[in-house]
């Protein structure tokens, strides 16, 4: 009886109150009107609390209530525990996810391949930091046409295939539009995820530029090889054959095969020294010697080296010698092979009545070598790649000067290994310079080892 009363006077103080506030038109006046309602509400409710709390009480302690409400207990108890369990088991499967959702991220932007992931109509559903560096694009490309994006490299027609005939193919562009062109292979199938609908193509991106390079590389290397140990062997066993049917019974004619013979055996030889040069530079196997060395000294024996090459092709060669007495402690058989090296390639590229400067200065506390032409030059676009094994600048022009394009990249490896540097300034048809760096004490350790000094 007493809560029916209690929810009555609510229910009335609350129609009272609204009414109150609605009809009343002076604000101040409802306002109170208001506060007269909560007023009942709060005495009735303490009437009513008064009134009904000892029935409450009365009618919990009951042994059937007690009974019921231990049966709820025990009802209530395992699924608040399943619930607490279901809870902790959705946070662990969350934390797990987000850590391989995590993962996944990190080996996708941590790839070199490209991965583009799209549905059946080309939409872009998910790609990787590598794609961007591929596409040159910016941004969020998710939705947007992969086939659009990539109009540009030639690889359309194998997107079209992979997504229509649901089969996996591969291949291999050449992007000319970049600088320097690169070369691409594209893989791409279909894959099919939980439904039978749900099904995307996947493409990988291969930047193949560098492997296609060091096989053109390779290539050359055993053609300009055999050409040159092919064709000091054809002179060798030409006039060694003259020699055998006859010509040694001429003393002349004996002196002058032999000398051609031994001249096609000294540039064999070259060949081969070059070769193991750079083998043992290039695999940490170049045993330094260091000593102390007369600058002086080592600018007239490369003189002398090579003033009669400079006198027969009509070269002006010009050396200049330090003024005063000057040593540094370096490799000089090293030294000797890097200046050599340098000499060499500026006096074969320099035409007749041309010339040649090379010298030699201590600035602060380095070695600064100077070798300087007028020869053909070298253009501004290929001076970066003049120091790479076998590169050559104009492959006919180098081949009909003999050697095999091993100078310039020995003389970039001693050069590291010493800490010195090479620095050349050139334009095509006036010449080249190049100027070398060396510290004038024993550098310090850095990987190569050094002989006794």
């Keep these: 009886m007493g809560l ?15 009414w109150a506030v609605g009809t009343i038109p002076s604000p101040e006046k ?14 009735v409710g303490i009437f009513a609390y008064r009134k009904t709390s000892k ?36 946070e662990e499967a969350s934390r797990k996810f987000k850590e391989a959702t995590s993962r996944f991220s990190a080996v996708m932007d941590h790839m070199e391949e490209g991965v583009v992931v799209t549905d059946l109509k080309g939409k872009i559903l998910l790609v990787n930091r590598a794609f961007f560096r591929f596409f040159k694009v910016e941004g969020d490309v998710r939705g947007e046409s992969f086939g ?15 997504l229509q005939n649901h089969r996996s193919v591969q291949k291999e562009v050449t992007f000319s539009e970049t600088t320097p062109a690169r070369t691409w292979s594209l893989v791409g199938t279909t894959a099919r995820g939980s439904g039978e609908t749900d099904v995307f193509g996947i493409f990988l991106l291969f930047d193949l530029t560098d492997i296609r390079q060091l096989e053109r590389i390779r290539k050359d290397f055993v053609a300009n090889v055999s050409h040159e140990i092919r064709t000091p062997l054809t002179s060798i066993r030409g006039f060694a054959e003259a020699l055998h049917d006859g010509g040694i019974n001429d003393p002349k004619t004996a002196r002058e095969f032999s000398g051609i013979i031994l001249s096609h055996a000294e540039r064999l030889g070259n060949i081969v020294s070059d070769l193991l040069h750079l083998s043992e530079l290039e695999t940490g196997k170049a045993v330094m010697r260091y000593g102390s060395v007369s600058l ?27 003024e005063e007495t000057l040593t540094y402690e370096t490799d000089e058989g090293k030294m000797d092979l890097v200046l050599g090296n340098l000499v060499d390639n500026a006096l074969k590229y320099t035409p007749e009545g041309g010339e040649v400067f090379f010298g030699g200065w201590k600035e602060g506390d380095a070695i600064v070598f100077e070798v300087r032409d007028s020869g053909v030059g070298i253009p501004r676009t290929e001076v970066d790649r003049i120091f790479e094994r076998f590169y050559r600048v104009d492959r006919a022009r180098s081949r009909e000067m003999g050697g095999t394009g091993l100078g310039l990249s020995i003389v970039r490896h001693i050069l590291e290994i010493l800490q010195g540097t090479v620095r050349v300034t050139s334009s095509p048809g006036q010449g080249s310079t190049f100027f070398v760096r060396v510290p004038s004490r024993e550098p310090a350790p850095s990987g190569i080892p050094a002989g006794s000094k």
């Design 4 to 18: 029916r009363l209690f929810f009555l006077l609510c229910v009335l103080a609350s129609f009272f109150a609204g």
């Design 30 to 43: 409802a306002f109170w009107a208001g506060i007269a309602s909560l007023g009942i509400i709060v005495l």
């Design 55 to 90: 029935q409450i009480l009365s009618f919990l302690s009951r042994p059937q209530m007690t009974h019921f409400l231990s049966w709820a207990t025990d009802l209530l108890d395992p699924l608040y525990e399943g619930t607490v369990r279901l809870y902790r088991d959705r």
């Design 148 to 162: 659009l994006l990539a109009r540009k490299t030639g690889i359309n027609d194998l997107i079209e295939d992979v």
């Design 296 to 322: 002086s000294r080592q600018i007239a024996h490369i003189r002398d080296v090579y003033a009669d090459h400079a006198r027969k092709k009509g070269i002006r060669f010009t050396v200049q010698l330090p």
